[in-house]
């Protein structure tokens, strides 16, 4: 069960998700048709989720090394070259996404101190902006594991 979450955990999580906007899509659509108002939560949720989902795609792209990259001329480079640079590469990601966790979880810390709640759904903001630190954290620890692969199987 743990290796199955562990290799599909963001496609679960982006399918949930998806799948939830297509509902509050569809309702706001069915309120707007039927009644002439609007489900005003609907682009908050919407919104924030579709945030998460783009966190949870990088995370992906990450996990099967398919983020976006120019090959032509780290190919050209020698072994020993592209190795550098893709320690060099690895630090800077290690690095950003550090960075966005560590200044998601000041923004949820200050959200809670200051009891920030959503306009539409007045609940508290931090509810959605807790998942910036902790899918940071998640792309980190799939960089790592990418990365511990690839030096494994000489593949850089």
């Known amino acids: 069960m743990l290796d199955f979450l562990n290799k599909r955990l963001e496609e679960l999580l982006g399918a949930f998700l998806l799948a939830v906007m297509a509902c509050i899509a569809f309702i706001n659509v069915i309120i707007r048709y039927c009644t002439n108002l609007s489900f005003a939560a609907s682009e908050e949720l919407t919104v924030n989720f579709f945030v998460w989902i783009v966190l949870l795609g990088t995370s992906r792209a990450f996990r099967e090394g398919t ?24 630090i800077c990601c290690l690095v950003f996404f550090a960075a966005l966790a560590y200044e998601g979880y000041i923004e949820v810390m200050d959200e809670i101190e200051l009891d920030v709640v959503s306009e539409s759904l007045a609940i508290p903001v931090w509810l959605y902006t807790v998942c910036t630190p902790a899918i940071s954290v998640v792309i980190i620890v799939r960089i790592l594991q990418k990365t511990w692969e690839d030096f494994r199987t000489r593949n850089f």
Do not use: T
Not at 71 to 89: H, M, V, W
């Open 67 to 90: 983020n976006f990259s120019m090959n032509l001329l780290y190919d050209a480079l020698p072994r020993y070259i592209r190795k550098i640079l893709y320690i060099f590469s690895v």
